[in-house]
């Protein structure tokens, strides 16, 4: 992964979510480092259920969702979380008559 330059006179990080999946509102935020990937989005996340169709972004590199627990950002990095919508797998096809 790509070292990020620091900000540690804030200890904040960006973080900028699109929180649903259907809707491209992006809302920007400032958390304190020091917290996992998985709490942050279980902070910013308004729908618990959507946060796993997150794809998640530090300083522009993907983050898997194994790794979240593990992954700390740090003071001036950004972080982009975005709700990705995926098919349900109930055989329905949108296009049919």
């Known amino acids: 992964m790509m070292t990020a330059l ?20 992006r809302v920007h935020h400032k958390v304190a480092a020091g917290r996992s990937v998985a709490a942050i989005i279980e902070q910013l996340q308004p729908e618990p259920d959507l946060a796993r169709y997150a794809h998640v972004y530090l300083n522009g590199d993907y983050v898997p969702q194994e790794k979240w627990a593990q992954v700390t950002p740090e003071a001036g990095t950004t972080l982009s979380i975005r709700m990705v919508p995926m098919g349900g797998g109930g055989g329905k096809n949108p296009l049919r008559t």
């Open 6 to 25: 620091k900000n540690t006179a804030t200890n904040m990080i960006d973080v900028l979510i699109i929180p649903h999946p259907f809707a491209a509102a």
